[in-house]
């Protein structure tokens, strides 16, 4: 799952958020990994969804 909403965001701990980031930057490592291999990846959008989610976590964490 690599879609994380602003409503899941804000409902969030710090803790969590942060966790959450990491769990997605390994995400993001897998598909660009895939990527370069010439493989197919099996979710099209799963890329722009989780670099979504990693820019709205970062926005979050900024912002308090």
Known sequence: ??????RD???MS???R?????ELQEELL????EKALGGT???VG???ATRRSIARLKTHL???
């Open 1 to 6: 799952m690599s879609h994380v909403s602003n």
């Open 9 to 11: 965001i804000a409902s």
């Open 14 to 16: 710090q803790e969590a």
């Open 18 to 22: 942060e966790s959450r980031l990491l």
């Open 30 to 33: 897998q598909l660009r990994a």
């Open 41 to 43: 990846p099996s979710n």
């Open 46 to 48: 799963a890329y722009k």
């Open 62 to 64: 900024n912002t308090k």
